[in-house]
């Protein structure tokens, strides 16, 4: 069956059109913009007293019953991401980590959740070097050298404390009723089984429960069950997240990275001393708006909000999503905010990233000047807002598309932004105890140093937290919750935020329309445009005016939901199997 025509049947079989208490948000009659080609339209879902969207139905379907049962949102994000890693595995679980934004309505307060992984007290800043030269990526990806300490456990369980409502127990029901019982695979993961088939076959145990025993990916349908994730989530439900970082399965973890045909030096000791921390957001304001994400070591909201800085100095409510003009500034203000991004953010525990100073409205003025309307800049330089340029060299690290993404409001008025991931496709390809170990330790980069001396901020260090583009963001309008979004997509995230931010918040479309947008934007290299949707008409334009344009497959997963009086109206990314789902 064609991805299409499931995600077709299984929203029917979930009562996600205009039953269920559900109704389809009005179109914007003189605004259609569709996403690329191949993939089926999809309309504003609305709901009135709360709402979950994520790119998997099944956890979409287990946040639902959470919130139905009275659960907070946070409680709603902790069943979502628990499923997400048995039916969506290439893209995030336990053996990974992210970032939770959660607004809490009764004291009005936002925090951020940060359980990004850690490196082991043993990584040195030559860790992806040999003989003076970076590792090729894909011999550093695919080893026990790329893993972090996971901390996704120990993020949701302190995110459960503080915010959770229903027991801690009750949360891991869905997804222990799932491994146990089988789930049927779905043409996305069928799909990236067999992009990653003979990388995961080269791992045995990844190959003993993705493939089948003639070596190909299980066929679309196929029930897939997993009683070793089952037990782990049992313990884990039982004991709490210590049942994970200490004991057998901890000895696993490491046993597993260490017999690696690389093997990495994650121990004992890591798991164990590993700390979840809340942080305060990163804020910055675009067009009455209030915008809140996680901060360092993610470079993604303060990104998002350089670019937004940057784009407040143009008419962009006038110019609309086909405008050559509007792809021309989006695209300069994306170079601006990823040259910055390049030399200055990394974990702030590590590094002094110089946050407040680089989204100045007068730094961001500065930077807003350097767009010309008619001409693309080329190559961004960085700007030196803190007087740190000098001292800094450029990251190299390149982040491959992946993670999920979760956006929650719950019947009290919570919100839940939460962004999770395990790195590229399937993480390290390490399987243990039915999930994956991440790699995330390439999002550092790969250098350390530059000719110079100069060292980069984001260089491996023991117990340093790699810098992440994931952004997991919520928009307030007069102080309340108006808006709460995310992707996955690698250092894409950053654009593919934007751009939904820039359509609901310029364009007055709705949230689906908005996601589904066709994706652009620049990462300081070639202006990128989705390949196969309308924006490819803008490409002699765009060249003229002295772009280097590229069209790529631009994989966002979107899930965004708005926040309206009386009414919540959410959408799900098309080129994912999201759905948005509420009462």
């Given at each position: 069956m064609h991805i299409r025509q499931w995600t077709a049947a299984l929203c029917a079989a979930l009562l996600c059109g205009p039953a269920a208490g559900q109704v389809a948000a009005p179109a914007h009659?003189?605004?259609?913009?569709?996403?690329?080609?191949?993939?089926?339209?999809?309309?504003?879902?609305?709901?009135?007293?709360?709402?979950?969207?994520?790119?998997?139905?099944?956890?979409?379907?287990?946040?639902?019953?959470?919130?139905?049962?009275?659960?907070?949102?946070?409680?709603?994000?902790?069943?979502?991401?628990?499923?997400?890693?048995?039916?969506?595995?290439?893209?995030?679980?336990?053996g990974g980590g992210g970032f939770m934004v959660h607004y809490a309505a009764g004291p009005r307060q936002v925090r951020v959740y940060d359980s990004r992984e850690t490196a082991p007290a043993a990584a040195r800043p030559d860790r992806f070097m040999r003989d003076g030269k970076p590792l090729p990526f894909r011999q550093a990806v695919d080893s026990g050298l790329s893993v972090g300490?996971?901390?996704?456990?120990?993020?949701?369980?302190?995110?459960?404390?503080?915010?959770?409502?229903?027991?801690?127990?009750?949360?891991?029901?869905?997804?222990?009723?799932?491994?146990?019982?089988?789930?049927?695979?779905?043409?996305r993961l069928h799909a990236?089984?067999?992009?990653?088939?003979?990388?995961?076959?080269?791992?045995?145990?990844?190959?003993?429960?993705?493939?089948?025993?003639?070596?190909?990916?299980?066929?679309?349908?196929?029930?897939?069950?997993?009683?070793?994730?089952?037990?782990?989530?049992?313990?884990?439900?039982d004991k709490g997240a210590a049942a994970f970082y200490h004991g057998d399965i901890a000895h696993d973890i490491v046993a597993a990275v260490r017999a690696?045909?690389?093997?990495?030096?994650?121990?004992?000791?890591?798991?164990?001393?590993?700390?979840?921390?809340?942080?305060?957001?990163?804020?910055?304001?675009?067009?009455?708006?209030?915008?809140?994400?996680?901060?360092?070591?993610?470079?993604?909201?303060?990104?998002?909000?350089?670019?937004?800085?940057?784009?407040?100095?143009?008419?962009?409510?006038?110019?609309?999503?086909?405008?050559?003009?509007?792809?021309?500034?989006?695209?300069?203000?994306?170079?601006?905010?990823?040259?910055?991004?390049?030399?200055?953010?990394?974990?702030?525990?590590?590094?002094?990233?110089?946050?407040?100073?680089?989204?100045?409205?007068?730094?961001?003025?500065?930077?807003?000047?350097?767009?010309?309307?008619?001409?693309?800049?080329?190559?961004?330089?960085?700007?030196?807002?803190?007087?740190?340029?000098?001292?800094?060299?450029?990251?190299?690290?390149?982040?491959?598309?992946s993670t999920t993404h979760v956006s929650v409001v719950d019947a009290q008025g919570n919100v839940v932004s939460m962004t999770n991931t395990i790195e590229s496709a399937f993480g390290s390809k390490i399987f243990v105890r039915g999930f994956l170990l991440n790699n995330e330790l390439t999002d550092f980069s790969l250098s350390f140093k530059d000719p110079e001396g100069r060292l980069v901020a984001n260089r491996v260090q023991g117990g340093k937290r790699p810098r992440s583009s994931m952004a997991p963001m919520i928009v307030f309008r007069d102080d309340q919750p108006y808006l709460a979004v995310g992707s996955p997509g690698g250092s894409a995230i950053i654009n593919y935020v934007a751009k939904t931010l820039v359509g609901v918040l310029d364009w007055n479309l709705d949230i689906q329309q908005a996601i589904s947008l066709p994706n652009l934007g620049s990462r300081n290299q070639a202006t990128e445009l989705e390949r196969g949707s309308s924006l490819q008409d803008l490409a002699p334009a765009l060249r003229g005016m002295g772009h280097e344009v590229k069209m790529v497959d631009f994989p966002s997963g979107l899930q965004g939901i708005v926040i309206r009086p009386g009414e919540l109206v959410g959408g799900a990314d098309p080129r994912r199997e999201g759905l948005a789902l509420g009462e």
């Open positions: 009659e003189n605004l259609n913009p569709e996403a690329a080609s191949g993939y089926q339209a999809k309309q504003a879902v609305s709901a009135r007293h709360f709402m979950v969207a994520t790119a998997n139905p099944l956890a979409t379907q287990a946040g639902y019953r959470i919130l139905k049962a009275g659960g907070s949102a946070a409680d709603a994000a902790i069943a979502v991401q628990l499923v997400l890693g048995l039916t969506e595995p290439q893209s995030s679980g336990i300490t996971p901390g996704l456990l120990r993020g949701l369980e302190l995110a459960h404390r503080q915010q959770g409502r229903l027991p801690w127990r009750t949360l891991f029901q869905p997804a222990i009723e799932l491994a146990t019982q089988g789930f049927e695979v779905s043409p990236m089984v067999a992009e990653s088939r003979e990388a995961l076959a080269a791992q045995p145990a990844a190959a003993r429960y993705f493939l089948a025993p003639d070596g190909q990916p299980w066929p679309v349908g196929h029930v897939l069950k997993n009683p070793e994730y089952a037990e782990v989530l049992r313990r884990v439900a690696h045909a690389t093997p990495g030096d994650l121990s004992v000791a890591d798991l164990a001393g590993y700390k979840a921390r809340v942080r305060e957001p990163v804020c910055g304001d675009y067009r009455g708006y209030r915008l809140c994400g996680a901060p360092p070591p993610s470079s993604g909201p303060l990104a998002v909000l350089q670019m937004l800085g940057v784009l407040e100095h143009f008419p962009m409510d006038k110019l609309g999503p086909r405008s050559v003009q509007a792809a021309h500034y989006f695209a300069e203000a994306g170079r601006l905010a990823y040259a910055d991004r390049g030399f200055y953010v990394a974990d702030p525990d590590f590094a002094r990233v110089p946050t407040q100073a680089m989204l100045a409205p007068a730094y961001l003025a500065r930077r807003a000047a350097l767009v010309r309307p008619d001409r693309s800049m080329g190559t961004a330089l960085p700007g030196d807002p803190a007087g740190l340029l000098a001292s800094r060299a450029r990251d190299d690290a390149l982040e491959l598309p």
